[in-house]
């Protein structure tokens, strides 16, 4: 897809990025669970604002507002089928969120880990790869395709076989990485730039440890930033100055 942009039009930093979303994006604001047709709009019109510069676009969604696997294992059910369980709900959020995106007129592909030919694409990482050289935005659902692993490890896995050049973390409660939760400490201090050793170190709520050590191993970047200012996903795109920046070095 060729994009024709305004001479002053500033150019993006990176041209293919992984977004990674967490389920609760797509609920109405305050709830955290369902979908919310308005929720699904917002997170659509800002995909669509990257798309529009020409950066190839992948997203990892969770599918926490449906179902946690993690949550149903520790009330007693089998470890394997409660992750089974949150991977279908990824596979509805995509699916949520590929509508929303075609109404805004962005070609949109879900491509699931778990074959599911009559509702999407099965996961193929050319396929992947070719759909994003054609302009078209592309869903990952389905994590990985295996119990045991969150959707946090399923981007850094996905952003690294499609080549990726940084993984986008959206956050719906905070603006960056702090030492301690600012929900709760009011004194919490954000994070402008973090290595991968001291994330793990110091154990901050980035990613969870194996998609940190993947990232880690293969030098791809993480910008942790909030979701809920209107542009910030453009923002760090082109590079401005956006909640805080996992790499190799602080």
């Not at 990674?20 to 305050?30: D, E, I, M, N, T």
């Not at 929720?39 to 990892?60: D, F, P, R, W």
């Not at 490890?153 to 905070?174: D, F, N, P, Y």
């Not at 998609?211 to 942790?224: F, H, K, R, T």
């Amino acid at each position: 897809m060729s994009v024709t942009t305004e001479p002053n039009e500033p150019q993006p930093r990176f041209r293919r990025v992984l977004l990674k979303l967490s389920g609760q994006v797509l609920a109405a604001a305050g709830q955290g669970t369902g979908l919310d047709a308005a929720a699904l709009n917002t997170v659509a019109l800002e995909i669509k604002e990257i798309a529009a510069l020409g950066v190839q676009t992948g997203v990892v969604i969770g599918g926490g507002n449906i179902v946690r696997g993690s949550e149903y294992a520790l009330g007693g059910m089998e470890r394997a089928s409660a992750d089974q369980m949150g991977m279908l709900a990824t596979v509805i959020n995509a699916l949520a969120l590929q509508n929303a995106l075609e109404q805004l007129g962005v070609r949109t592909r879900v491509l699931s880990a778990i074959a599911m030919h009559a509702v999407c694409e099965p996961y193929i990482r050319r396929r992947a790869v070719r759909h994003l050289e054609k302009g078209r935005v592309v869903i990952f659902a389905a994590g990985t395709g295996n119990p045991y692993f969150t959707t946090d490890t399923a981007a850094a896995l996905r952003a690294m076989e499609i080549g990726a050049q940084v993984i986008l973390k959206a956050s719906h409660h905070v603006d960056g990485v702090y030492d301690q939760d600012p929900m709760l400490v009011a004194q919490a201090t954000r994070f402008e730039r973090l290595s991968y050793l001291e994330v793990l170190d110091r154990g901050l709520k980035v990613m969870d440890s194996t998609a940190i050590s993947m990232c880690m191993d293969n030098q791809l970047p993480i910008i942790v930033f909030n979701l809920g200012k209107a542009g910030n996903i453009k923002r760090a795109v082109l590079g401005e100055k956006v909640g805080t920046w996992v790499g190799a070095k602080a």
